[in-house]
């Protein structure tokens, strides 16, 4: 008679840590024009990040926990695992391997690029130049001629990003089918569909034309360079283009209750953590950002949109003025 035993296959063993879904990037993910933001990053010590609890991470429904890395002002190379330090702080992918050794991250969102070769915040600044001037033709003309070449400078930088941030992910022990990487596009901050007479005033000093190119055209040709930077990643696709659509800054007119996107807006808290060191840019950083019922909704947005298991979405406002992730 032939004895033998069977051996049970090994057991595989069970991930008990807590859950978590990850952001990365600059202003427009940590939370900028949102309002209460971390201590520590409200400009005490020069750490200007400003990342608010009511950032869109923070409003997703994906996990047991949430983690915000994205800090104010962030080029591609501060989400890298380069050596840089940004506003005090250190790579934002580094940061994400301890995150993702202690906890179970299920989702690391990423928003970068627009501090790169686009230059957000130095063009909405340039544009608002030419509004005080009347003879000139506005910031569109020169933009129009050089943006496509400023995409395509940009792309490759937040391509390196993206890999480190799988890079970062693989030395956490992570695979790159064990999480979900989702990058995200920009919602336009502005809309010619304003006053034609009061909307300087108002607090949006830009030129019709140019409010319209940025919205027709900039922001359009921005968000297909994301995309070809995240098909060429293996990354999610997420469309944040036409997310504020209709609710852009000043496009409520007198009345901006209903506008998702800041006007220019004079932080005189700046001061109070900031000091001295506010003055300028700091008192003004809130500008032209997702206010905090913006945020509501694009997690709201992020949150569908990874439930889909879609590999792209665009996330527009529905019948009922909610914003939806549609395919």
């Not at 230059?119 to 003309?141: H, M, Q, R, Y």
Request: glycine share 10%.
């Amino acid at each position: 008679m032939v004895t033998g035993s069977v051996l049970a296959a090994p057991q595989a063993v069970a991930d008990d840590r807590q859950t978590a879904v990850v952001s990365l990037g600059d202003s427009a993910m940590s939370g900028e024009g949102a309002g209460d933001y971390e201590p520590g990053t409200r400009g005490e010590n020069g750490n200007w990040c400003h990342r608010s609890v009511n950032s869109m991470i923070h409003r997703t429904q994906l996990a047991e926990r949430t983690f915000n890395l994205a800090c104010s002002g962030a080029d591609s190379a501060n989400v890298s695992l380069a050596d840089t330090t940004h506003y005090t702080e250190g790579s934002q992918a580094r940061r994400l391997i301890d995150i993702a050794r202690t906890y179970r991250v299920t989702m690391v969102i990423v928003q970068i690029g627009a501090n790169d070769e686009p230059a957000f915040a130095d063009t909405l600044v340039g544009c608002i130049k030419e509004w005080f001037n009347p003879f000139s033709s506005g910031c569109a003309p020169k933009l129009r001629q050089q943006w496509p070449g400023r995409l395509a400078a940009m792309a490759p930088r937040v391509e390196n990003a993206l890999a480190d941030v799988k890079s970062a992910m693989r030395q956490a022990g992570y695979s790159d089918s064990g999480y979900s990487l989702v990058l995200t596009s920009y919602a336009s901050p502005l809309t010619e569909k304003m006053d034609r007479v009061l909307h300087g005033p108002q607090g949006c000093p830009f030129k019709i034309n140019d409010a319209k190119y940025g919205r027709t055209e900039a922001v359009p040709q921005f968000n297909e360079a994301l995309r070809g930077v995240a098909s060429r990643s293996g990354a999610r696709f997420l469309d944040f283009s036409r997310a504020t659509e209709g609710r852009e800054a000043c496009s409520g007119g007198s009345n901006s209750s209903n506008e998702w996107q800041r006007r220019i807006t004079v932080d005189p808290y700046a001061l109070v953590y900031g000091g001295l060191d506010a003055i300028g840019i700091h008192l003004a950083q809130e500008s032209f950002h997702p206010n905090a019922a913006a945020h509501g909704q694009l997690g709201r947005c992020v949150t569908q949109f990874v439930n889909s298991g879609a590999d792209s979405a665009r996330c527009l406002a529905g019948a009922d003025g909610n914003l939806n992730a549609v395919a």
